[in-house]
């Protein structure tokens, strides 16, 4: 019998892609067992996504610790106790010390909010609206130091229209997420993701799935 690959996952607040890694494990097609969630706000409503479904969760908040290097450092001991295969970041809104990223390199993911390199950082959606842009998206990639410039996993799209704000970015954006991001942690766990020369290879070869487009 195969034993499933660990995940940990980080949430700063709703944990709304948190719900669709839970969603898709019960559905059977994700093969991964979440056995940690951690948020270092309190009141993240995540934790109460995590504590309906049953799995262990737990608040470290940042603001108990005296340095950033202090905070990851607690929060690499919890995450090590569960001895994890991959960690997910899913909107944890902490800018991460290079220890900690050096920690669990090649198996720490994010997403981000854009078509990176495009729009690091926050607020994306308001950017691309100011930018004029015609298309805006997600992405997921291998989390490195330098702030959302990883190698990027998997990439999905959609045409910005002429109604479009940011809050209905956000909400055509998250649908994009809560499919692709599941999508690539099975990549990750089955083992078709390898990184050569900074860029993600899937099964050896450049994928041609790694900029998806979507009309919602």
């Known amino acids: 019998m ?4 660990k995940a940990v996952i980080l949430i700063s607040g709703g944990g709304s892609n948190l719900q669709a890694f839970i969603d898709q494990v019960d559905a059977g097609q994700l093969d991964v067992d979440i056995a940690l969630v951690i948020s ?47 960690v997910i970041l899913a909107g944890f809104m902490r800018i991460l010390t290079p220890e900690f990223v050096h920690h669990y390199a090649n198996r720490l ?7 990176l ?17 015609k298309w805006h998206g997600a992405s997921i990639h291998f989390v490195i130091p330098e702030l959302d410039a990883g190698p990027v996993i ?17 909400s055509r954006i998250h649908k994009i997420e809560h499919e692709l991001y599941p999508l690539a942690v099975n990549w990750f766990t089955q083992g078709r993701l ?19 487009t979507f009309d919602h």
Do not use: M, W
Not at 2 to 5: E, P
Not at 194 to 212: A, C, F, H, P, R
């Open 2 to 5: 195969t034993t499933k690959s």
């Open 40 to 86: 270092n706000v309190s009141t993240a409503y995540g934790l109460k996504r995590a504590a309906n479904a049953g799995i262990e969760h737990h608040c470290i908040d940042h603001r108990n610790y005296a340095s950033r290097l202090d905070f990851d450092k607690a929060l690499i001991n919890h995450i090590d106790l569960v001895e994890p295969n991959i």
């Open 109 to 115: 993911i994010n997403i981000h909010p854009s078509l």
């Open 117 to 133: 390199p495009k729009f690091t950082g926050v607020n994306t959606h308001q950017r691309a609206l100011d930018a004029e842009e």
């Open 154 to 170: 998997l990439q999905g799209q959609i045409e910005i229209t002429a109604d479009d704000t940011k809050e209905s970015l956000q």
């Open 194 to 212: 390898t990184i050569e020369n900074g860029k993600v290879l899937l099964d050896g070869e450049i994928s041609s799935e790694q900029l998806q």
